[in-house]
């Protein structure tokens, strides 16, 4: 008697073999978790690949201070019902430090996560970084490797990447590299979503149907805060709105739909025309490209 694997069974395994490839190869690991969608997949993974033992990684979050306080809340609550360690450092903190630098005029504080990653990964000794990313969310996204290589400066070289022939990963690194790991790097967002409802996984409450203050700006919805105010002429409106892709909550577009489901998702996001992070509104400059970030040693 044969028995098929379906299409997320495949993708389930493959992730699962490359976080227990991570634990074999590298002494000190750490596993990149904000409390999005993509990063709570990658808990169910781990649960997979080492329950009942504990994670042979802690978690870590490179906290902006600009975050929607719902993810926040879930990133706690998630990591305490876990069990597991849960590392948090801010970029406030990186700023008093002088580890970064806020860029007078720029509101958002992505590109000031790089650094702060970067200083992180060094007080800790991290050798490798595992993070959520997929190649499908962005051009730049589709050019790593799974275990893609980073030098002594936390920089990546798009042109220089190792080969990934039969699943064969090479780990190999001198003192002050690092590796970032991306477990879900053949996955996609309705992948993702599927995943999510087939394994019943509890998500933040802002990635369904809700009313929230908007302002349209840059032919996108951006949620009303103490962070992002209207101005002139901008007109404030009450709609019902979700987000498909969190990051700093000033440049984090909402996207006007009724899905109050995670199959309702799945129903839109199958339809849907443009990707996730078309309603990212720092990945629409020219001047922060996201290969350019990544060239630095962003996520």
């Known amino acids: 008697m044969s028995y098929r694997l379906s299409h997320l069974e495949v993708l389930e395994a493959e992730s699962i073999y490359i976080l227990r490839e991570v634990a074999a190869e590298f002494q000190r690991p750490v596993l990149l978790f904000s409390g999005g969608k993509d990063s709570i997949c990658m808990l169910r993974l781990a649960e997979k690949a080492f329950r009942p033992a504990k994670f042979p990684f802690p978690l870590m979050h490179i906290d902006t201070g600009h975050n929607f306080p719902e993810l926040l809340d879930f990133r706690d609550r998630r990591a305490t019902q876990l069990g597991e360690k849960l590392i948090v450092r801010t970029v406030e903190e990186a700023i008093r430090q002088g580890i970064a630098r806020e860029v007078p005029g720029e509101s958002s504080r992505n590109r000031l996560q790089t650094p702060t990653l970067l200083a992180a990964l060094e007080e800790f000794k991290f050798d490798c970084a595992i993070g959520g990313a997929r190649r499908d969310e962005e051009k730049a996204r589709a050019k790593e490797r799974i275990f893609s290589f980073r030098d002594a400066f936390g920089q990546w070289d798009p042109k220089n990447q190792r080969p990934e022939l039969w699943s064969l990963y090479n780990a190999r690194i001198n003192p002050g590299e690092h590796m970032r790991v991306f477990p879900l790097s053949n996955w996609t967002e309705l992948d993702v979503w599927q995943y999510i409802d087939k394994e019943k996984l509890e998500i933040p409450s802002i990635y369904f149907t809700h009313a929230r203050e908007v302002v349209r700006r840059d032919g996108q919805w951006l949620p009303v805060s103490p962070l992002l105010q209207p101005k ?68």
């Open 232 to 299: 002139a002429r901008e007109e404030v409106k009450t709609l019902g709105v979700r987000v498909r892709t969190i990051g700093d909550i000033t440049c984090t577009g909402c996207v006007e739909s009724p899905a109050a489901t995670v199959t309702q998702i799945i129903d839109e996001i199958a339809a849907a025309k443009v990707t996730e992070r078309g309603s990212r509104a720092d990945d629409k400059r020219s001047d922060t490209s996201m290969e350019d970030r990544k060239r630095e040693g962003y996520f």
